[in-house]
């Protein structure tokens, strides 16, 4: 396993880390046992992984994690879980309700600090009432040793060119220890003033699911080629693309897959890279492919070349 750091924070990260959240919810859709889910974040370590992202409204993932940690030394592993400032609605909750989240969080993770507290899914036109509200409660939170470092997640639904992270780093460069976005292959917007500004200031870039969805579902590639087509910025009929990513197959990427991983944590901003499943085969796959966490250099320089504009919403 290679490992990096968390930004400024100096914090050793896995290169790879494992996301409670996602379409199998820590296994829950799958089914897993809690004795099959304690297998396989037992093996998650054994691989080397040190870093476990959740959130609170991910479901009964938290508590779940936390029964799966249980009896593991916490000076092995890095824990990440977020806060959602609405529920429902579009008002802004209260910052006593990011307080009560934090102890909630707190108890079911069995733990006494998280390492990464962090505002879940910012949206454009949003940032600034976000972060008056609610920075001062984060700050508090490191300040009483509940939160080692404070950070934000970004949905790229709502956001594809990144302006609220590029916003966070321009105004509040020294506030933020951790933002958490994708970047991958049909997602490399980021590359242009995003990493940059995070590596000048040391906030570390959590790079979350790049290789779900588009790049491994035939039929929204297709939905989105089509959008690209539409908007003339991209040459979607260059053979490389038209064809599909198959042409990434080689000895050391043996799936789109495990090419899609090894592009994403091949920038040097990305701190780690989170990939979850439910499954112990899929995981050990997944973190074969950061054995060599790049690809080779005709192929990396011929996506940049192609695709160094995309900024797929999902």
Do not use: C
């Amino acid at each position: 396993m290679h490992y990096r750091t968390l930004g400024k924070s100096g914090i050793p990260v896995s290169i790879v880390s494992y996301g409670g959240g996602g379409p199998s919810q820590f296994g829950k859709a799958a089914g897993l046992t809690a004795s099959q889910r304690r297998d396989l974040i037992a093996r998650a370590l054994e691989l080397g992984i040190n870093l476990f992202d959740t959130a609170a409204n991910y479901g009964d993932s938290e508590p779940q994690l936390g029964q799966a940690l249980k009896g593991v030394p916490r000076d092995s592993y890095l824990v990440a879980t977020k806060w959602s400032w609405k529920t429902g609605g579009d008002d802004f909750l209260h910052p006593d309700a990011l307080l009560a989240s934090v102890e909630q969080s707190l108890k079911r993770l069995n733990t006494d600090v998280i390492d990464i507290m962090q505002i879940h899914g910012i949206l454009p036109g949003t940032y600034h009432d976000i972060t008056d509200r609610y920075a001062p409660t984060l700050l508090k939170l490191k300040e009483e040793g509940k939160a080692r470092l404070i950070g934000f997640s970004q949905m790229m639904t709502e956001d594809p060119k990144l302006t609220v992270p590029v916003a966070a780093l321009k105004e509040h460069p020294d506030l933020w220890d951790s933002i958490m976005f994708k970047y991958g292959i049909l997602n490399q917007w980021a590359a242009k003033e995003a990493f940059p500004l995070a590596q000048k200031h040391g906030v570390a870039i959590l790079n979350m699911a790049p290789v779900r969805f588009t790049l491994t579902r035939q039929h929204e590639l297709d939905e989105l080629l089509e959008t690209w087509r539409s908007e003339g910025e991209i040459d979607v009929d260059h053979p490389k693309i038209r064809k599909g990513f198959d042409w990434l197959i080689t000895e050391d990427a043996p799936t789109v897959i495990s090419a899609g991983y090894k592009f994403a944590a091949d920038h040097p901003a990305v701190s780690t890279v989170i990939s979850g499943t439910s499954n112990i085969a899929h995981l050990e796959d997944n973190v074969a492919a950061f054995e060599n966490p790049s690809l080779p250099e005709e192929h990396t320089a011929l996506l940049k070349e192609l695709l160094g504009d995309s900024a797929a919403p999902r």
